[in-house]
């Protein structure tokens, strides 16, 4: 059974940095993609960036710049390194991959 388990989230300041992490189990994970969603209260889930199994690489406008996408195969663990938070990256952050979800990690960035 796929299973997606976010961490990292937390309250940071404008300009602070994050680093969210996903474990993943329950599939061949280095041979699929993986995609961090965001959900703001009262807006729709979007993608934030991607991964692919070849390590390719894929942003949102909004974060491009700021934020790195990776993975570390041998982990089965895939990463979100924010930098320069803004106050429109608050939302709950989701690990996504072969039609699952994980239960998602708060992020908050306030003064």
């Known amino acids: 059974q796929v299973q997606l388990v976010e961490s990292g989230g937390g309250a940071v300041q404008p300009g602070g940095s994050l680093r969210l992490s996903c474990a993943a189990s329950g599939f061949s994970f280095s041979s699929y993609f993986i995609r961090w969603y965001r959900q703001a209260p009262g807006k729709e889930r979007e993608l934030v960036a991607a991964?692919?199994?070849?390590?390719?690489?894929d942003y949102a406008d909004s974060v491009k710049g700021r934020f790195t996408i990776s993975r570390d195969n041998a982990k089965n663990r895939v990463y979100l390194q924010m930098n320069d938070l803004k106050p429109e990256d608050t939302a709950v952050y989701y690990c996504?991959?072969?039609?699952?979800y994980g239960q998602g990690t708060q992020v908050t960035v306030s003064s």
């Open positions: 991964i692919g199994s070849a390590g390719t690489t």
């Open positions: 996504y991959s072969l039609g699952y």
